[in-house]
């Protein structure tokens, strides 16, 4: 695939009120990545994969998802173009930094609330999580 299928990357960066700028990774995101590790999927948590958002195709999968609070969830990027999680409103519970492919994001929702969140690079790209 090419980057000319993308098309919407050019103008979204203008006026957007400052997704890019985020705080450094947290050492979760760091460690995750092994390079010399390879090709055995590592035995999946049980129980994680339910809370887990698929970024595929420019769509959040699922795109509403309904948790318990305390619950993790975890945003993977399976597309072949970066993606971000940000809240579409202050204060940002999510705030992926930007996601390449297989780049994860995780977030534990203490709060009970609807999060409505979209990605900053292609805003036609929503999803919600509701927290019980
Ligand atoms: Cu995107």
Not at 42 to 60: M, R, T
Not at 66 to 91: C, L
Not at 93 to 103: A, H, R
């Amino acid at each position: 695939m090419t980057l000319a299928v993308v098309g919407c990357t050019g103008n979204s960066r203008g006026n957007s009120d400052g997704p890019d700028r985020v705080a450094p990774a947290t050492p979760d995101a760091i460690h995750e990545e092994r390079p010399g590790e390879v090709a055995n999927q590592k035995a999946e948590e049980p129980g994680e994969d339910k809370n887990q958002i698929v970024i595929d195709n420019f769509s959040f999968k699922p795109s509403k998802l309904t948790i318990t609070a305390g619950t993790k969830v975890t945003w993977v990027n399976r597309d072949d173009v970066p993606h971000t999680a940000t809240s579409t409103t202050k204060p940002r519970v999510i705030d992926s930094k930007t996601l390449d492919t297989d780049e994860r994001y995780s977030q534990v929702f203490r709060t009970p609330g609807t999060y409505a969140y979209f990605c900053a690079l292609h805003p036609k790209m929503t999803g919600e999580i509701i927290v019980k």
